[in-house]
Nanobody
């Protein structure tokens, strides 16, 4: 089992930045790809970014490419999502996820563990 806890969400004005952190605990000795997803009210959960266990493979949704950066520190069992040039349409609950695959999968079904989420609100 892997437990994931997100932090760093909050309220920010459009054009601003936030950095989300996902802290993993439990069976972190296995190889997990990590991903960030988000869900706005009334919408399905959607892929945002993912990174392979070794950090060499990353993937981004087109809507965040060039604005968001995913990174990880396996020694500290943390994954970061640096978000810049935020837009009101980035408003959502952001979820961290861990999947037992060594890639940067974009599909929800490839992830086995999920955090509780952290709210990001971008005002116009």
């Amino acid at each position: 089992q892997v437990q994931l806890v997100e932090s760093g969400g909050g309220l920010v004005q459009a054009g601003g930045s936030l950095r989300l952190t996902c802290a993993a605990s439990g069976r972190t000795d296995s190889y997990y790809a990590m991903g960030w997803f988000r869900q706005a009210p009334g919408e399905d959960r959607e892929f945002v970014a993912a990174i392979s266990w070794g950090g060499k493979i990353t993937a981004y949704a087109d809507s965040v490419k060039g604005r968001f950066t995913i990174s990880r520190d396996n020694a500290k069992n943390t994954v970061l999502l640096q978000m810049t040039s935020l837009k009101p349409e980035d408003t959502a609950v952001y979820y961290c996820a861990a999947g037992r695959h060594n890639a940067a999968a974009t599909m929800n079904s490839r992830y086995d563990y999920w955090g509780q989420g952290t709210q990001v609100t971008v005002s116009s």
